[in-house]
């Protein structure tokens, strides 16, 4: 069976384009097999499989060559084995060792006692893809196989490695334009994070599959007899959306399957040798479709002038269908096909000097480099600025010297300064776009042209990071914030060091946390700044409290009290390291069941996203080893799996009885008493308790807003299709 699995990727090897070097391919092979010699998975086959089937996924579904076949098939062998990257490079030289070593997980690091391994593995992973992208590929690779072949792990496990992989290795994939990947990567995870609507959406694709192609033949038919008449040689093929991408309209538009009317988009992939001709053959396809329909005019898509970050080129138009539902199609050569489905691996197929794309990949790996050279202290922030690099939609803006700048979608002017030079965003105090006056939270459009004002007197100001989209002007901002504060907070450092040195208090986590909360602030940082600056005087009034909190400490309550306190007063902030004396007890292996008795609950509710019983939940390890049960659709819930997978635990509703809040959203068309029947039908018919009811009328149409107290997630969905059947309801959903 190994031998069968690895003569695949040897014969894959041998069809693609790449120079022939068998012989350190197998070097590499026997290499690994022997050093993982007598290891099994989880699942139960040998270890070995998994390196090969790396391989596999890099050389076949990327397109890489020997020297990455190579670093696949060893990427574990310095984590798991005795043997060091000094031997990986004995036996295959520097640039495989290289490889390897970025691939290869690290412990402890840059955040000190607030680190995250996982966030450390990442920052490691991206700081060496800065140098050799293909790290990052083969990285790909690796979890692309881990997550098919995710089901033989613990369910806790299943939630971290799902939670980062949506998190962060999705959107990776996407910036580096490997699409197909991308897809199949958030499909798995969201299987694995919602079993039963992946299985739900799945079936009602199948189900809904006749319909489809009847629809999309009647669609086509009269698009292909044109192109076939215009004598050229494509491909045309309906692309279905897919089920996560399906699931992610139906929840942000709350919509049901059925009023899905996107559910695919045509792409047509014509031939053309010559590259210099692909445009023109572009916009003549693109004249013939909307000759037979009508154009959208908003929805039209040059992605062949101004390619993506990631390299994408292709030409989107959506029109009109003969159902009157919109269509997009994409219109690509092959070459734009395969650049867009293998991304970054593709373009070396193609590589003639150093052209647009691979500049703008360089201009981007710089700015993910300049993140990693000035890490957030915090593990989260860390995340959440990697993560605002990762943005897909992307607008193009222009210096005054026509230099063109790709952005996230809603940068502003402050972003481009930053953009061309920190002491430009430092100073900045308004800017011209269009020859326009506009201050500098003004959000930017393609195509605009953008001229940065500044001011030796400006200081930077802390509200500014509230209107920055991209990840390097955040960066920059908080860096320039905290040289200018660092005065105060030394001085406010060896005041509190002093005053509590005065009182006989320890300077402790408890002591801490205690002033964290009665002053309100987020964190020890902001506490010496402000005592510094003076805005917070250390009195008397608070040494009793600290004193009767030190004496108690050791009775295991205190935290508990400080920490809900605390995070209520900073809701943003998130717990970096489990307290010694506090390590968490639960199994975090097990299934955790979530239940009442009479001593109340064994979990508390997360107040960012307020989960009722019957939701899709997972639970959260806190400092204090209480779990809090967050919905698995949490924007928070995706950031802790992604950075502390390790607190992560499953959880199963048991036994759960009492009232949760619950909110829905109605809307529909207005009319004398539609009000009084929605009550009625809640209050006396389902017998459910309206707590609070915001409605308002625009004209003929109306929008209510209201909070139930419910048992679980299923009586809202009962009461969600009963209000829609009310005359005039156009829509009712739970808003979560």
Not at 173 to 184: C, D, Q, V, W
Not at 398 to 414: C, D, H, M, R, W
Not at 703 to 726: M, N, P
Request: hydrophobic share 40%.
């Amino acid at each position: 069976m190994i031998e069968e699995a690895f003569r695949e990727v040897l014969d894959g090897y041998l069809k693609s384009n790449h120079r022939k070097k068998v012989e350190i391919i197998e070097r590499a092979y026997h290499f690994a097999k022997e050093a993982h010699k007598g290891i099994r998975r989880r699942s139960g086959e040998p270890y070995i499989l998994h390196p090969i089937a790396v391989a596999k996924i890099a050389s076949l579904e990327i397109g890489l060559g020997s020297t990455s076949i190579c670093a696949a098939l060893l990427h574990d062998v310095v984590e798991d084995t005795e043997y060091t990257v000094e031997d990986i490079e004995q036996h295959f030289g520097k640039k495989i060792a290289q490889l390897v070593e970025g691939l290869t997980k690290i412990s402890g690091g840059i955040f000190g006692d607030k680190a995250s391994l996982q966030a450390e593995n990442f920052r490691k992973l991206l700081l060496t893809m800065s140098e050799d992208i293909r790290v990052v590929l083969i990285k790909m690779a690796d979890r692309l196989h881990n997550m098919r072949t995710l089901g033989s792990m613990a369910p806790n496990k299943q939630y971290k490695i799902a939670g980062e992989t949506l998190y962060i290795y999705a959107p990776l994939a996407h910036r580096l334009g490997l699409f197909e990947i991308k897809t199949e990567l958030e499909d798995l995870s969201f299987k694995y994070e919602h079993p039963a609507a992946y299985a739900r959406i799945s079936e009602q694709i199948r189900e809904s599959e006749a319909r489809r192609q009847a629809v999309y033949s009647d669609f086509s038919t009269p698009i292909k007899e044109k192109l076939d008449r215009m004598g050229l040689v494509y491909e045309a093929k309906a692309r279905l959306k897919s089920v996560y991408s399906i699931w992610n309209k139906m929840e942000t538009k709350h919509v049901p399957f059925k009023e899905v009317y996107d559910l695919y988009a045509m792409r047509i992939v014509f031939e053309c040798d010559d590259q210099s001709k692909e445009k023109s053959i572009c916009w003549a396809i693109y004249s013939a479709i909307t000759d037979i329909y009508k154009l959208h005019p908003d929805r039209t898509r040059d992605w062949i002038a101004v390619p993506k970050a990631n390299g994408y080129q292709a030409l989107h138009l959506t029109v009109m269908g003969p159902d009157g539902n919109w269509v997009e199609v994409q219109i690509r050569s092959r070459r734009m096909d395969e650049i867009a489905e293998k991304g970054f691996a593709a373009h070396w197929k193609y590589k003639i000097g150093e052209g647009d794309e691979e500049s703008e990949l360089n201009v981007w790996l710089r700015t993910i480099k300049d993140i990693l050279d000035n890490p957030e202290p915090s593990a989260i922030d860390f995340l959440d600025t990697l993560k605002l690099n990762l943005f897909a939609s992307e607008i193009v803006v222009f210096t005054p010297k026509g230099e063109l700048l790709t952005l996230p979608s809603g940068a502003t002017v402050l972003d481009v300064a930053f953009a061309l030079h920190s002491q430009l965003g430092i100073h900045c105090i308004a800017g011209k776009v269009n020859h326009k006056l506009v201050p500098l939270s003004h959000k930017l459009s393609s195509g605009d042209q953008v001229e940065v004002l500044t001011s030796k007197s400006q200081n930077p100001q802390p509200e500014w990071e509230s209107f920055l989209a991209t990840a390097k002007a955040k960066t920059r901002l908080r860096q320039a914030l905290r040289r200018s504060r660092q005065p105060a907070v030394n001085e406010g450092r060896n005041i509190l060091a002093e005053w509590l040195e005065v009182h006989g208090l320890p300077d402790n986590n408890a002591v801490i946390s205690k002033m964290l909360g009665t002053f309100h602030v987020p964190n020890r940082e902001e506490l010496c700044y402000q005592i510094g600056e003076q805005e917070i005087v250390l009195g008397d009034f608070l040494v009793k409290s600290l004193k009767k909190q030190v004496a108690t400490q050791s009775s295991g309550g205190l935290f508990s009290k400080l920490l809900k306190f605390n995070r209520k007063t900073s809701p943003k902030a998130l717990p970096e390291a489990v307290a010694d004396d506090k390590k968490p007890e639960i199994n975090t292996k097990e299934t955790y069941e979530l239940r009442y008795d009479e001593n109340g609950s064994n979990f508390k509710i997360a107040e960012c996203c307020c989960p009722i019983p019957g939701d899709e939940v997972m639970g959260f390890i806190d400092d204090n080893g209480e779990v809090v049960v967050h919905a698995l659709t949490c924007p928070r819930a995706q950031v802790l799996k992604a950075g502390f997978g390790s607190r992560i635990v499953a959880t199963h509703w048991e036994r759960v009885s009492g009232k949760s809040l619950a909110h829905v959203h109605v809307e529909g068309i207005d009319r004398h008493g539609i009000l009084q029947e929605l009550i009625q039908m809640i209050s006396t018919h389902l017998a459910i308790d309206i707590r609070k009811l915001n409605i308002e009328a625009h004209d003929e149409v109306f929008e209510c807003d209201l909070w139930v107290r419910v048992g679980d997630a299923e009586v809202v969905s009962a009461l969600c299709e009963k209000v829609r059947t009310i005359d005039g309801v156009q829509q009712a959903a739970r808003i979560h």
